[in-house]
């Protein structure tokens, strides 16, 4: 049923689901992927299923397009459209994968199995298990860099996974309807209504942006009262903001910030979280106090657990802190069966869902190439004829030539609110910048056309259609 016309059943449509569910064939060898993100998506998608038993272990049974999180946190868009179950995304192979929810907590690279726990809601108990593997798959990603600063974890959002969106959105709202409740003193107006952001790469900024926008559309009419006194204020540690980007589109982007009364700090760190205001050093070294009542934190990655775990078990190949050092085929260094890739990895790129995908993209190529010349050198060696073996040889010469990973920059793009975005673009013979309403017109498709399936993408522009007809819904 699955397999007669598919190609018609575009939505999600729950009704026809794969007929096999994800056998294991002791015949073929076994790839554990962990993770459901860019990274293991994308290998997932492009792995063949004939030729290996594939088995992805991810403590959240889905995908999530994270560009477009930012929006979620002030109800551009429903979280729900920018995810996709791991099973829908791979329901087409012939043969299935088979999905695990649960957390990889250990690998063992001598025995070659993984700890898994599964954290059941349902069970209220968690449980834990062993998976064998041929070759591991990482692709857990990162977790929030905090550098240790004191209330961070306790006080501040991160802006990463689905329920972080659905938090600031929740605080966001509480902090206004607070601010509303009668007989609130004017300092403490001010400090609920004030939404400090730190971190000034993209997701501090889009995040900064869609609240700016927000504000603009929506909270004015709703709270006419409130609307002029809510700030937004973004911290830097460096000197200037986006630091990816060229000088002209900082400049730009710093600019439009200014004339959407976004105030940006650069230069200034944060040194403690409190429950009600934020302890930053100024750039003169005088330290100062912030009252606030949002704070999301956005200041980048650092290394999951797991990731250092496993590096401690190579301490004379594993030496970089960022993450797991691979070789120019994303083999880990020290460990031949092992690979990784995307924000887990420690490579020369950024982290970046670009790189994670092309790296899930080229590692299933790798693998596929991996089986053909296993079934090359039997072919060679129970070929007949001298002839037939020559043939053949020459066949698996060319499949043990792996070229390694080259990454292919498709531009950088952000977007800094009223309509308006930046792309730092790699076409023509130098770089192509741009800023403005026309960016943020290639900005929106270009999600859109990169969005995994015809049901996100109709999502997406449904949740957007919604927004520019209906305004966003202000309820918590
Ligand atoms: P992730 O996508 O983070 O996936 C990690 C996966 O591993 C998750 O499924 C997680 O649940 C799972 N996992 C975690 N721990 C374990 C464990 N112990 N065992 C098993 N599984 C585990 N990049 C761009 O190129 N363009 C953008 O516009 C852009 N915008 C972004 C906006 C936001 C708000 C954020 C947060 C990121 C953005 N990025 C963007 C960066 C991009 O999302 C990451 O670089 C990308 O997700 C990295 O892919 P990954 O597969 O390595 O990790
Ligand atoms: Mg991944
Ligand atoms: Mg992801
Ligand atoms: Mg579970
Ligand atoms: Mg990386």
Redesign the pocket.
Same mark, same amino acid.
């Given at each position: 049923v699955a397999s007669v016309g598919y190609g018609a059943y575009t939505m999600y449509d729950q009704r026809h689901p794969p007929q096999e569910q994800g056998e294991i064939d002791p015949s073929k060898k076994t790839i554990v992927v962990?993770? =459901?993100?860019?990274?293991?998506?994308s290998f997932l998608k492009a792995i063949d299923t004939e030729q290996y038993n594939v088995i992805v272990? =991810?403590?959240?049974n889905y995908?999530?397009f994270?560009?477009l999180?930012?929006s979620c946190t002030v109800g551009t868009i429903d979280v729900r459209s920018l995810v996709e179950p791991i099973r829908f995304i791979t329901r087409h192979k012939s043969r299935q994968v088979k999905v695990v929810e649960a957390?990889?907590?250990d690998v063992d690279p001598e025995r070659k199995v993984i700890t898994i726990t599964d954290n059941s809601d349902v069970k209220g108990q968690s449980s834990t298990s062993e998976l064998a593997y041929d070759y591991l798959v990482v692709?857990?990603?990162?977790m929030n860099q905090t550098f240790g600063i004191k209330g961070v974890e306790q006080y501040g959002c991160f802006?990463?996974e689905v329920w972080d969106a659905q938090k600031i959105r929740t605080k966001l709202m509480d902090c206004i309807e607070t601010a509303a409740f009668p007989g609130q003193s004017p300092e403490e107006i001010d400090r609920l209504l004030h939404m400090v952001v730190v971190g000034g790469g993209?997701?501090g900024i889009?995040y900064a942006a869609e609240l700016h926008d927000f504000l603009v559309d929506d909270l004015t009419s709703w709270y006419p009262e409130l609307a002029g006194k809510i700030k937004i204020t973004l911290v830097e540690a460096l000197p200037n903001v986006l630091p990816a980007f060229s000088k002209q589109l900082i400049d730009y982007t710093e600019s439009t910030f200014k004339e959407q009364n976004i105030s940006i700090h650069t230069k200034t760190m944060v040194k403690e979280v409190c429950e009600k205001e934020i302890v930053v050093q100024r750039p003169d070294g005088t330290s100062d106090k912030i009252p606030y009542g949002l704070l999301v934190w956005a200041t980048g990655n650092t290394t999951?657990p797991?990731v250092r775990n496993l590096m401690a078990r190579f301490p004379e190949t594993q030496t970089i802190r960022r993450g797991l050092a691979v070789d120019d085929w994303l083999c880990m260094e020290g460990a031949k069966d092992i690979f990784a890739?995307?924000? #887990?990895s420690a490579t020369k790129y950024a982290?970046?869902?670009?790189? #994670?995908a092309q790296q899930g993209k080229y590692l299933a190529r790798i693998f596929g190439q991996l089986a053909s010349q296993e079934t090359l050198e039997a072919e060679v060696a129970a070929a007949s004829t001298e002839e037939e073996k020559n043939k053949k040889f020459r066949k698996l010469q060319k499949a043990k030539d792996i070229k390694p990973f080259h990454y292919s920059h498709q531009g950088?793009?952000c977007y800094i609110g009223s309509d308006k975005a930046i792309a730092d673009l790699p076409f023509g013979p130098g770089n192509l910048a741009s800023g403005g309403v026309a960016t943020y017109a290639f900005w929106r498709s270009a999600y859109i056309s990169n969005l995994f399936s015809t049901r996100n993408r109709t999502l997406v522009i449904t949740d957007w259609l919604k927004k520019t007809i209906l305004g966003r819904d202000i309820s918590r």
């Open positions: 962990l993770g =459901s993100g860019w990274g293991s998506t272990v =991810s403590p959240r995908f999530l994270t560009p999180l930012p957390e990889c907590t692709g857990v990603g990162a802006l990463k993209p997701t889009e999951r797991l890739l995307g924000d #887990a982290p970046t869902a670009q790189v #994670a950088s793009l």
